[in-house]
Structure formats: structure tokens, C-alpha cells
Nanobody, 127 residues
Framework: QVQLVESGGGSVQAGGSLRLSCAAS????????MGWFRQGPGKEREFVAA????????LYADSVKGRFTISRDNNKNMVYLQMNSLKPEDTAVYYC????????????????????WGQGTQVTVSS
């Protein structure tokens, strides 16, 4: 059974930083690409970042490129999202997700390619 649990959300002023964490259960979770998505108030869920199982390949949405960094620690079955220079438009519920395709170096921005999702963690950025 696969479980994804996000943590690290909170409230911060514009220009601040937060680090989100995602704990993945399951014996082979470290062998799957992982991603972060977000859903702002009144908006559809959108892709934020993804990382291949080895960490060698990453992908970012244009809106967060240069400000957010995705990383992982396979020994701990953890995935992280370091968010710097936060803006009010980054306010959203952030979701961790596990992409299909064990040991894949390919990462995708399509939510349809992710089979397992966490419950989400709220990030609020005030101006």
C-alpha cells in the first residue's frame, strides 16, 4: 500500500521561504519518479516540479523555475520542495504524487501520469 504524506506548509510573507517534505511509504517508493502539484483557490490543479527516481532528471513549471528546487533522499523515502522568493500567487494546497513507471528517468508534468497522491499541505503567502 502506498501512502504519501506532505508536511512543511504554513504561512509566510512574500519573499520568504518554505521547505515542503513528502514521506512515501512502500518498499519500492524510492524507485519511482515523484512530483509536486498545487491547487490555488478557484484554480485547477497545476504541475509544479518533478524528479526522476535517481534524482538525475528534474522538470519545473515556468512559474517556479529558478525559485523552487525539488530533491529527494531515497534512503529515507523522502521528497522535498524548497520554495524561495515566494509570491502571493504561490498560495495553494501543495500535493506530492508518485509517477507511474518504476525506475523511469522520464518525468512528466501531466497529472494523468501520477497514480498516487497525498492529502496536501497548505501554503499561504501574504503580500
Amino acid at each position: 500500500q502506498v501512502q504519501l504524506v506532505e508536511s512543511g506548509g504554513g504561512s509566510v510573507q512574500a519573499g520568504g521561504s518554505l521547505r515542503l517534505s513528502c514521506a512515501a511509504s512502500g518498499r519500492t517508493s524510492s524507485m519511482y519518479p515523484m512530483g509536486w502539484f498545487r491547487q490555488g483557490p478557484g484554480k485547477e490543479r497545476e504541475f509544479v516540479a518533478a524528479i526522476s527516481w535517481s534524482g538525475s532528471n528534474t522538470l519545473y513549471a515556468d512559474s517556479v523555475k529558478g525559485r523552487f528546487t525539488i530533491s529527494r533522499d531515497n534512503n529515507k523515502n523522502m521528497v522535498y520542495l524548497q520554495m524561495n522568493s515566494l509570491k502571493p500567487e504561490d498560495t495553494a494546497v501543495y500535493y506530492c504524487a508518485r509517477q507511474n513507471g518504476i525506475a523511469s528517468v522520464h518525468v512528466t508534468a501531466s497529472a494523468a501520469d501520477y497514480a498516487y497522491w497525498g492529502q496536501g499541505t497548505q501554503v499561504t503567502v501574504s503580500s
